[in-house]
């Protein structure tokens, strides 16, 4: 993998998580930060599963349940997903997306998200950070 030659194709990142709660985790990630079902698996050697994203974007999401496991909580108050969304009226819809799927506003276990974001947390205790901030690195 050459990152310095632009016609190497970035790497997909696939973020996979485990949920005792596998539709209605899917269906608010898919409501709340818009994504899409992008495939999706049953009694796949046990689990079952769901992988959310955006078209034609170098990463996506992956939800998994295997019957009669107990996937527990987040590990921390500190797990998170962060989305930049820059322009204001973009990132205050995306909150009111979120409350409206069901996430929980929670305050943020590091305060620097809470300057110029807001924490959003799932059944499971995983955090989302949706940030009013720009990410031009």
């Known amino acids: 993998m050459d990152a310095m030659d632009p016609t190497t194709p970035p790497p997909i990142l696939r973020i996979a998580r485990p949920t005792a709660h596998l539709q209605a985790i899917s269906q608010m990630y898919r409501e709340g930060l818009e994504l899409e079902e992008i495939g999706a698996f049953e009694g796949h050697d ?3 599963g769901v992988i959310l994203g955006a078209p034609h ?6 939800f998994t349940r295997r019957e009669g496991h107990d996937s527990g909580r987040a590990p921390t108050e500190d797990n998170l997903l962060v989305f930049y969304l820059p322009e204001h009226a973009q990132w205050e819809e995306g909150c009111a ?10 305050p943020a276990f590091n305060p620097y998200w ?3 974001g807001r924490t959003f947390e799932d059944p499971d205790g995983y955090r989302i950070v ?3 901030r720009t990410w031009d690195r």
């Open 57 to 62: 974007s170098p990463w996506h999401l992956e």
């Open 97 to 106: 997306r979120m409350r409206e799927a069901g996430f929980v506003e929670v």
């Open 46 to 48: 046990g689990f079952d």
């Open 114 to 116: 809470d300057r110029g």
């Open 130 to 132: 949706l940030s009013q």
